[in-house]
Nanobody
């Protein structure tokens, strides 16, 4: 059974930092890339970052590039999302997923999720 459990969300002031964790079981990082998404009220789910340990690749959405860093600890089967310089517009439920990173011939295309976690709330106050 595949399980993805997010943790580390909470309330933080603008400019602050949080580190989210995604603990995975039933999947290996050799076979799956891990992605982070977020969904704010009234908005569509947004892909924000993903990592493939087997391919040694990462990808970031423009909205978080330079502020968020994704990393993985294969020994712990856990992926982290370090979020710095948080802004009120980062407020959302954050989800991790297990799936694949898809590519065009010219570069990264999108993340295809196969399994989802339950989400963790991040609230950034102004």
């Amino acid at each position: 059974e595949v399980q993805l459990v997010e943790s580390g969300g909470g309330l933080v002031q603008a400019g602050g930092s949080l580190r989210l964790s995604c603990a995975a079981s039933g999947v290996t990082f050799d076979d799956f890339a891990i992605g982070w998404f977020r969904q704010a009220p009234g908005k569509e789910r947004e892909e924000i970052s993903c990592i493939s340990s087997s391919e040694d690749r990462t990808h970031y959405a423009d909205s978080v590039k330079g502020r968020f860093t994704i990393s993985s600890d294969n020994a712990k089967n856990t992926v982290y999302l370090q979020m710095n310089n948080l802004k009120p517009e980062d407020t959302a439920v954050y989800y991790c997923a297990a799936g694949t990173m898809e590519y065009y011939w010219s570069g990264y295309s999108r993340y295809e999720a196969a399994y989802w976690g339950q989400g963790t709330q991040v609230t950034v106050s102004s």
